[in-house]
Antibody, heavy 119, light 107 residues
């Protein structure tokens, strides 16, 4: 059974860089699509970024060029960096695994890690 | 980006009743629509993909239909564990987007 576990700093100051990690167990990080999805408090879901196993990536234009997603196959981890954070980046961040062939589906989810941007 | 409009915002029903949730897309998305269920404090769970295919382990009382711009999630007979928030999501055009959700609560 695939399990995903996010980890992060919890609290980040405005204008700093947010770094999140998702550790995958019960399966290889290879051969699937991987995503980060976030949910601001009391609000809906926003697809932040995704990466294929081949390394192709795509980012939500709402975050412009502040976001980077990467895969580390040696550690079976994916990560997300968000630069120059503001209060609008406060959210629960989920990592999710898709399928091998289809992008845009979140089949397995981590439990989420809450991030608050505040001074 | 494609906007998904879900209705109603809240659906108040009793266990044993039938629930019908709607999702309308701002442009045609073919059959590239999924439905997720989310309970308080939990991550969403994939229920339906490609408009009408149940994900692994999802009970048969959940069904999806529709194509183009209009989609429906039906729960044939509500069980106590089905009272939750439901989101639709499109994967036709990046960025993939979610609707704002329909809350199914106990009447």
């Amino acid at each position: 059974q695939v399990q995903l576990q996010e980890s992060g700093p919890g609290l980040v100051k405005p204008s700093e860089t947010l770094s999140l990690t998702c550790t995958v167990s019960g399966g290889s990080i290879s051969s699937f699509y991987w995503s980060w999805i976030r949910q601001p408090p009391g609000k809906g879901l926003e697809w932040v970024a995704y990466s294929s196993n081949s390394g192709s990536t795509n980012y939500n234009p709402s975050l412009k060029s502040r976001v980077t997603i990467s895969l580390d196959t040696s550690k079976n981890q994916l990560s997300l960096k968000v630069t120059f954070v503001t209060a609008a980046d406060t959210a629960v961040y989920y990592c999710a695994r898709g399928t091998a062939a289809v992008a845009g589906l979140a089949v397995y989810w981590g439990q989420g890690t809450p991030v608050t941007v505040s001074s | 980006e494609i906007v998904l409009t879900q209705s109603p915002a809240t659906l108040s029903l009793s266990p044993g009743e039938r629930a019908t949730l709607s999702c309308r897309a701002s442009q045609s998305i073919g059959g590239d629509l999924a439905w997720y269920q989310q309970k308080p404090g939990q991550a969403p769970r994939l229920l339906i993909f490609d408009a009408s295919n149940r994900a692994t382990g999802i009970p048969a009382r959940f069904s999806g239909s529709g194509s183009g711009t209009d989609f429906t999630l039906t729960i044939s007979t509500l069980e106590p564990e089905d009272f939750a928030l439901y989101y639709c999501q499109q994967r036709r055009l990046w960025p993939w987007t979610f609707g704002l959700g329909t809350k199914v609560d106990i009447k």
